[in-house]
């Protein structure tokens, strides 16, 4: 039998690939370019090509391939996804091989990473919420990543935090995403400032009085949505993942003490920094060809390389 | 064996009780004060006579005993009531007879309620949003209620709508309940207009200004809480229910067709009316003092007698 599985992540601008072995050993990882300009059916054939070139480095033949991908997704069909211009792509078009396929959501995948895995290892009930270009979370119920009637949960990036606020890209008024997502951090400051390109980064650690404002609402749009969350969800804890997560005090410490603010009658969870940082999507992925093989039961055993002192204390 | 159940829905004011038997038909409702002036131990007193005086009612002796609490509540112990002042009160202190009890949330319990026999029959994820003196939501997800990792989910009433908002009985501000509940409603207004004791369905139907502006002000905190529940959770739809839902579509036309406005990449899910009115709580009650009596598969084949038409188109 074979002791590997292939496991993508495919995102807007590239894949990141691997093997993965039985044990959890992750035998080999690699990037690619995803060709986006050249049309749905190129990325898909592009995909194609990838895991093939994967299966061919690894001993034999794989035991089973797992996808995450943006969208609407369910296990069999990547049903739509508007950045890639996909509408109902059945699994077996993602592969040339005779081997099975288990699609998953690219955000929920993470989340069954650090779920497994991760931050949240053992932890049935919490929010893993990456923050990068854009804003989406994870909702872990019951030890299961949840996306709510049809496949559309988990859009905390762009729920109404300040009803009066800013229009979104999305076209809504004050969501969460237009004030905290790292591209927006960025481009709010740049165009206060007006100074091109600025990066979130920057405007963190910056002491530009412009810079501290952007931040600050950004912060508050943040607390707002983790109180919501929690009085909604009640999870028993929050895992910050995402390119603006590196920021570490800076994000943890003021966010935190802002959700402890807004909450009156219940204690706020403890905020985590996420533990497998842009390996989450592909780990989950590894998890998801394994499930496809039929082995539902690994996971939970494998040691993981990860991050094991917390961002913050 | 015995063919009923007892089912009490425990309230601050009143306890709504019952006989249910084994093909759903209620064979006796009853109401009775809740001595909550009298203090925790003589609450749960009453109770106790209570469940004893419906049973004595049945013909011979019922096959379990299902109660809806407020509060912090697992299945044997109604952990903590703030408004009864209890702490860890095990199931068995509620009753005198030798027969399996089985406690709920309250506002879960109606959820389940209409999620088996209601409004939400055969739909397994939805809101249940019963709006009365407060507001507290069920949410019902993979066909089952859901109180979140420690019970405390739910919470919508207090989500921060208005972030600048006013401040709330709980302490936070801009809370969903303290705009929109049948309560703040009649409260606002009463203020504004600086009449004393306005019920909520005065000011519901009124063309004074001040009653049109508080109710504007509750359209639109219900309004952004039903988005941010939507974009997180994915219901595939909302039951609106309690006091102020008895305004039908003076409630439900505004808050659909702004929730509608609020969204821009999906679409709104269906707003319905419960079916089940004041006695879901007592019906889900009786759904677990059949499940205490190891009949779970009870509930589904009922017929019961409901409200067939909708409020609204």
């Known amino acids: 039998m074979s002791s590997f599985v292939v496991a993508l992540d ?7 690939g691997g093997l993965v072995s039985e044990s959890g050993a992750v035998l080999l990882s690699e990037r690619c370019p995803t060709p986006r300009a050249e049309g749905p059916e190129a990325v898909v054939a592009a995909i194609r090509e990838f895991i093939s070139h994967l299966a061919d480095s690894g001993d034999g033949i794989p035991a089973g391939v797992g996808l995450a991908v943006p969208g ?3 296990e069999d069909t990547a049903v739509y996804a508007a ?8 699994a077996s078009d993602f592969t040339s091989l005779d081997v099975p396929v288990m699609l998953g959501h690219d955000v929920r995948t993470g989340g069954l990473a650090e779920s497994v895995l991760g931050a949240g290892r053992g932890v049935p009930d ?13 909702m872990i119920v019951h030890g299961q990543p949840y996306g709510g009637s049809s496949g559309w949960g988990g859009e905390i990036g762009h729920i109404p935090v300040f009803p009066d606020g800013e229009q979104c890209a999305c076209g809504q008024f004050g969501c969460l995403e237009t004030y905290a997502s790292a591209a927006s951090v960025g481009r709010r400051y740049s165009l206060r400032a007006g100074i ?9 650690s910056s002491d530009d009085p412009l810079a501290v404002e952007v931040w600050d609402e950004a912060v508050e749009a943040l607390s707002l949505a983790l109180a919501t969350y929690t009085l909604l969800l009640d999870p028993s804890m929050i895992v910050l993942g995402g390119g603006l997560a590196e920021a570490g005090p800076a994000l943890f ?14 204690d706020a969870p403890p905020l985590l920094p996420a533990a497998l940082g842009v390996d989450a999507g592909m780990l989950g992925a590894a998890l998801l060809g394994w499930r496809a093989a039929g ?9 993981m390389d990860v991050r094991s002192e917390p961002l913050v204390s």
């Open 126 to 138: 919490f929010l893993f919420l990456p923050i990068g270009t854009g804003i989406a979370g994870a």
């Open 83 to 90: 950045n890639l211009g996909w509408r109902d792509v059945p």
């Open 72 to 74: 609407l997704v369910s």
């Open 196 to 204: 091109e390109g600025v990066r979130a980064e920057q405007v963190v």
């Open 253 to 266: 410490d003021p966010v935190r003490t802002r959700l402890v603010k807004r909450l009156a009658f219940r």
């Open 295 to 303: 082995r539902e039961d690994l996971g939970p055993g494998w040691v």
């Open 10 to 16: 495919v995102g807007g601008t590239s894949m990141k």
